[in-house]
């Protein structure tokens, strides 16, 4: 994966919070102590009902969200070097995934297509879904349209869930963003409803959620390459088959029995919420191969 060192990396998408929610580093993890191995059960147990996903914590009116200051995180990603950073490549990610979006939901949907802000955020935040903090991961929520990430995630991912590659970063970014669209085209309206009218059925229905945002991630990644700044520049000058591996491999380190089995605990279906290792593969396989999000119907009878 290669990013366009010309692109223009547009930082009014992002809400940097991460000055008004602590210290840097896990702090803001629910745990009690115990040091770096409490963290790291805490998390992988966390992991299964909460990461990549889309979350209503506490139902929050979605009137309730911070606002940051973007003015470091500006003039961090307009020196020469900007892509060395990391909230700057991240920044560059969201403006490529929105960018395909602006595109893409007219010509699939005929919807227009509705910018969400990424808010970057350190230990703790309030949002329009209630208030999270670090041990929520990433998450979309429909009440305030953003995507919310402490980035000290990626480190997590890498050291303690074995998917160190640098394209797991998109990939989840872009799974939010999957979300994101089910909000605009009443996917994720609709999903709630049936899990209300039909309670038994309510986990099999977020599984077909996440794995369709798995799926969209995949369409995304697909057109990443043909996606452009502001000013018309290319983002990303390549994504090579290693890249699109990686992104599978991050997909089969997040599957609900995965991570059952990394917390210790035994494998149950009646359980899952986003779905298994292979599924998540699959999915996101399936959008890549297909770059259509049409191909991305998770809820038709039989799709999982």
């Known amino acids: 994966m290669e990013l366009n060192d010309d692109a223009n990396i ?20 629910p745990i009690g102590g115990g040091g770096l191995t ?5 998390v992988v147990i966390a992991l299964v009902g909460g990461y990549f996903g889309i979350n209503q914590l506490g139902g929050g009116s979605g009137d309730s969200t911070q606002s940051g200051d973007n003015t470091t ?10 892509l060395k950073q990391l ?12 960018a395909y979006w602006t595109d893409e939901l ?24 209630g208030n999270a903090d670090s041990g929520t991961g990433p998450f979309y929520c429909p009440s305030d349209d953003r995507v919310y990430i402490d980035l000290t995630f990626y480190k997590l991912l890498a050291d303690q869930l074995g998917a160190p590659g640098e394209f797991a970063q998109p990939y989840v970014l872009a799974h939010e963003y999957g979300h994101h669209i089910q909000d605009l085209v009443g996917t994720e309206a609709k999903m709630r409803r049936d899990q209300e009218r039909n309670p038994s059925q309510a986990n099999k229905l977020s599984v077909k959620l ?24 290319k983002i ?8 699109i591996q990686e992104g599978l491999d991050t997909a089969a380190k997040i599957g609900d029995d995965t991570l059952q089995q990394r917390s210790g605990g035994t494998i149950n279906p009646a359980e899952f919420t986003h779905g298994t290792s292979a599924q998540r593969q699959q999915w996101f396989a399936n ?6 999000p049409k191909a991305c119907d998770t809820f038709a009878t039989g799709a999982v």
């Open 87 to 98: 909230d700057c490549r991240n920044v560059l990610y969201v403006n490529s995934i929105q």
């Open 10 to 29: 547009d930082t009014s998408q992002i809400d940097d919070e991460r000055g008004s929610g602590g210290g840097g580093g896990f702090g803001g993890l």
């Open 106 to 129: 007219p010509q699939s949907f005929g919807d227009k297509y509705k910018p969400a802000k990424t808010v970057f955020f350190s230990n703790a935040v309030r949002t329009g879904c």
């Open 210 to 233: 996440e794995l369709q945002a798995d799926c969209y991630a995949g369409v995304w990644a697909k057109g990443a390459t043909g996606t452009t700044d502001s000013s018309g520049k």
């Open 38 to 42: 409490g963290i790291i059960i805490t």
């Open 287 to 292: 959008g890549y191969k297909s770059g259509n």
């Open 236 to 243: 990303f000058k390549s994504i090579t088959a290693q890249d």
């Open 73 to 82: 995180l500006s003039q961090e990603c307009s020196q020469s070097d900007a």
